[in-house]
């Protein structure tokens, strides 16, 4: 089946690193997405990752492994405004198709 | 601009009527999407279309139906079948393999 597992709640200080892991099992892996979602808005791209390794974009930076099923993002020099919902999504290629599955999302609240 | 637009932002409607929401891209994208986001939940895929003329089912369509006759529109029609069609709709479109997906603003459907 396809599963995705993340925590659902973190909390950092202003200023601070914070990781946010993402757990996954699917058959027809073809990418590893990250998004941003503030309250009552659409998500906006992070990072994507095809290949195992680490992908650097600024304070954002995502790592993966293929054969673990793992991935996680990590935030550095925090800012009030990360504080928003963090999604993980595998896209999945099994029937031909291209087809996006999202994990719960992982509620950051960064603290002054 | 280039972007994906959905109207409109809020939609009432009383139960037992169905409701269509719009979503048009001028991206060129060939794959649209529509997802379902229920609070503190992540994105549940309802259809998906990879080209004009063709759309699939994601994993929760009953009560749902799609068209997808024109490259930029992919209008989503909740039916009087769903039974918890309240919940905040998210349209979706990626330009190919390798890319990410862009969402637009969604649009937040309230039946009483």
Redesign the interface.
């Given at each position: 089946g396809q599963n995705?597992d993340q925590p659902t709640e973190m909390t950092a200080t202003e200023g601070a690193i914070v990781q946010i892991n993402c757990t996954y099992q699917t058959s027809g892996f073809?990418?590893l997405?990250w998004y941003q979602q503030h309250a009552?808005?659409?998500?906006?791209?992070l990072s994507?990752n095809?290949l195992d390794g680490l992908e650097e974009k600024g304070r954002f930076s995502s790592f993966l492994s293929r054969s673990k099923g793992y991935s996680y993002l990590l935030l550095k020099e925090l800012q009030m405004k990360d504080s928003a919902s963090y999604?993980c999504?595998v896209r999945d290629s099994t029937?031909g198709?291209?087809?996006?599955?999202?994990?719960?999302?992982t509620r950051l609240k960064v603290l002054a | 601009d280039g972007g994906i637009t959905q109207s409109p932002k809020y939609l009432f409607r009383k139960e037992g009527q169905n409701v269509t929401l719009s979503c048009e891209q001028n991206l060129n994208h060939d794959a649209m999407y529509w997802y379902r986001q229920d609070p503190g939940q992540g994105l549940r895929l309802i259809y998906y279309s990879q080209i004009v003329n063709d759309f699939q089912k994601g994993d929760i369509a009953e009560g749902y139906s799609v068209s997808r006759e024109k490259k930029e529109s992919f209008p989503l029609t909740v039916t009087s079948a769903q039974k918890n069609p309240t919940a905040f709709y998210l349209c979706a479109s990626m330009a190919g393999a390798g890319d990410e997906q862009y969402f637009g603003p969604g649009t937040r459907l309230t039946v009483t």
């Amino acid at each position: 089946g396809q599963n995705i597992d993340q925590p659902t709640e973190m909390t950092a200080t202003e200023g601070a690193i914070v990781q946010i892991n993402c757990t996954y099992q699917t058959s027809g892996f073809n990418g590893l997405f990250w998004y941003q979602q503030h309250a009552g808005e659409a998500p906006t791209f992070l990072s994507y990752n095809v290949l195992d390794g680490l992908e650097e974009k600024g304070r954002f930076s995502s790592f993966l492994s293929r054969s673990k099923g793992y991935s996680y993002l990590l935030l550095k020099e925090l800012q009030m405004k990360d504080s928003a919902s963090y999604l993980c999504a595998v896209r999945d290629s099994t029937s031909g198709t291209y087809k996006y599955i999202f994990g719960t999302g992982t509620r950051l609240k960064v603290l002054a | 601009d280039g972007g994906i637009t959905q109207s409109p932002k809020y939609l009432f409607r009383k139960e037992g009527q169905n409701v269509t929401l719009s979503c048009e891209q001028n991206l060129n994208h060939d794959a649209m999407y529509w997802y379902r986001q229920d609070p503190g939940q992540g994105l549940r895929l309802i259809y998906y279309s990879q080209i004009v003329n063709d759309f699939q089912k994601g994993d929760i369509a009953e009560g749902y139906s799609v068209s997808r006759e024109k490259k930029e529109s992919f209008p989503l029609t909740v039916t009087s079948a769903q039974k918890n069609p309240t919940a905040f709709y998210l349209c979706a479109s990626m330009a190919g393999a390798g890319d990410e997906q862009y969402f637009g603003p969604g649009t937040r459907l309230t039946v009483t």
